[in-house]
Nanobody, 127 residues
């Protein structure tokens, strides 16, 4: 059974860094588009970043220049490196994947474009 297992969330000080991990089991992430989303209670899941094998990541305006998505094919995993964290980054973070090329940036990637999801990991930000 294909699964994504997340780790790396927790509490971080404003201005600090944090790296989230997402490891696949039961299938290979090769030829998958992988992405990160986040969600605050009462709001829709927000797309943050995505990348396809061998391509550079693309980012939403809210995290461009601060967050980096990258993959480790040897570990069948991908990551979200978060830097210069602000209070607005506090949320539940989700990794996601789809066995396809990445959704178009013209239409805007959406949660329904992705088929496999991690369980979510909470990021809290302290002053």
């Amino acid at each position: 059974q294909a699964q994504l297992e997340q780790s790396g969330g927790g509490s971080v000080q404003a201005g600090g860094d944090l790296t989230l991990s997402c490891t696949a089991s039961g299938y290979s992430l090769q030829n998958n588009c992988v992405a990160w989303f986040r969600q605050v209670p009462g709001t829709e899941r927000e797309w943050l970043a995505q990348t396809y094998s061998g391509h550079q990541g693309v980012y939403s305006g809210s995290v461009q220049g601060r967050f980096t998505i990258f993959r480790d094919s040897g570990r069948n995993a991908f990551y979200l490196r978060m830097t210069k964290i602000t209070h607005e980054d506090a949320a539940m973070y989700y990794c996601a994947a789809v066995q396809d090329t990445c959704p178009s940036m013209k239409a805007g990637p959406k949660a329904q474009d992705f088929r496999i999801w991690g369980q979510g990991t909470h990021v809290t930000v302290s002053s």
